[in-house]
């Protein structure tokens, strides 16, 4: 029997696994965000305390790329990587994270049905405390609260899915590139 080509390796547990626990880390982080938001008191400014959790949490999704190729390799010993399968590895790394993080805000707003309504009441809130015009700030409020609502509504959370899937495929799929560089080992001269 001929050895395994890496191509025949199978690199979905590693995907699984960092997809599970990157999308646990997200979904965490945007809740921690969401209750920020919700106890903060009405600044009247553009960012708020779920913008920069937000933020953090989408950059440190980006390396569940990375960490899929460094786990694979380690249950695998193989020849190395091609960047075309780290690039693999990090796109199905970034839809696992989408999905993990969709279902568990699934989930939570079934434990907690409150939520969303109280997060669109404090973001409406904070536009009211605004310096702007009020012509435009009835304007903001309500394509907030419009665009809140649908967001969990069920074409909303499709919709949410398919473009979170898209953003951290993306950058999952350079840092899985970035994992194949940094971690497989060198082709022998």
Known sequence: MEPQQSNDISYWNAVTLTG????????VLNIIGGYATIGAEPSGGWVGPSMFTGLFSC??????????VRIHLKQNP?????????????LATGIVIAFVSTV??????????????????????????MNIPEDQKQEM?????????????????????????????????????????????????
């Not at 193989?78 to 990090?90: H, N």
């Not at 805000?105 to 109280?118: E, H, V």
């Open 78 to 90: 193989q020849p190395p990587l091609q960047l075309g399968r780290g690039a693999m590895i990090g």
């Open 20 to 27: 599970i626990i990157f999308g646990l880390i997200v979904f």
């Open 104 to 129: 568990l805000g699934l989930i939570w707003n079934i434990i907690d049905p409150s939520f969303s309504q109280n997060l669109i009441e404090a973001s409406i809130a904070n536009i009211e405390a």
């Open 141 to 189: 409020i309500d394509s907030v609260a419009a665009q809140m609502q649908q967001m969990y509504s069920v074409g909303g959370l499709v919709m949410a899915f398919v473009l979170s899937s898209l953003l951290y495929g993306i950058l999952n799929m350079l840092t899985g590139m970035l994992g194949v560089k940094f971690y497989s080992p060198n082709e022998e001269v």
């Open 59 to 68: 950059l440190l999704a980006a390396f569940g790329g990375m960490v899929a």
